[in-house]
């Protein structure tokens, strides 16, 4: 019987021992995953998504785990300029490419995105995207292939030249989460209201960072492997490529002034989102970059001091 299905936009992935996850074309966005633990497997929701959030495709899904591509924020970098907020990736809609394993080890699909005339109307670059997603019976891995599929042999050569995130709303009671270890990495807070503030440095100091007053900070080499913790329960995130860390939540302050997140939203998830954002990742014609997160259910909680 086949594990995995495609219908209507929406791809499901079902898994032998009891896991789930659903994506949607509309932005490569997987808004569901399902899993238990070894001592309680009763497969429970792990991904927020606001109940308010559209998904026709009419914008950017409020929840799940967007993918973030070739810029993050409002963009910087001169080829990005005509872009909005975090890109397009999020924004259109994908290819099935491919089912990659269907079996007791995972459940994999593939999809792919290629330049459209939309796109190449505000991003006229020779790129090709590929976004693996893998089902485990506790895990959930997403890995994103990025290829400069230019040809030009020019000098210098046409680098693609991008910024690439997995925005991850994990489900978790958000005042009670600490996120570690970023303890004495260096970050740059999003909420400062000057651009001076913004631009400049933090240190973190605590061991575990909570979310319970408005947070957007940007940890710069942030380690590559966190834990998401909260009384009872956790998740763990293993990077690949990905060298930086967004922490956000926009609590009442930020949360309430968004049209598509539900009243009290902001307490039922935080955002840890491993990325490239600082600065661009690189590659020269021809060549692949690939960033991968591995995100794995914690069977039981670990608390540290603050
Ligand atoms: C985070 C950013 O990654 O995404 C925040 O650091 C931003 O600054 C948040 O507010 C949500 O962005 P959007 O475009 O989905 O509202």
Redesign the pocket.
Known sequence: MPVTHVDGGRVTLTHPKGSSAELLLYGATVISWKSGTTTEPQPIERLFVSSKAALDGSK?V?GGI?V?FPS??APTHPEHMRLG??GFA?SVVWTFDSIVMDNDAGVSVRLTLEPTADITAKYDKSFHLAYVVTLAEHQLSTDLHVKNTSTSTTYPPDNLEFQA?F?NYIRAPANDVLVFPLQDKKYYD?TEVSEEARSKPKVETRAGVDVRQFT???YEDAGGKYEVTWPGGGIEIKVRELKDV?V?N?QEA?GSK?GDMEDGGWEKYV?V?P?YVRGFAKIEPGKTWIGQQIMSVIHHERRINQ
């Open positions: 950017p409020r967007p973030i993050f924020g907020q975090h999020r995130l925005h999003k957007d900070s940007v967004v956000w926009p930020a968004m955002c989102e990325g």
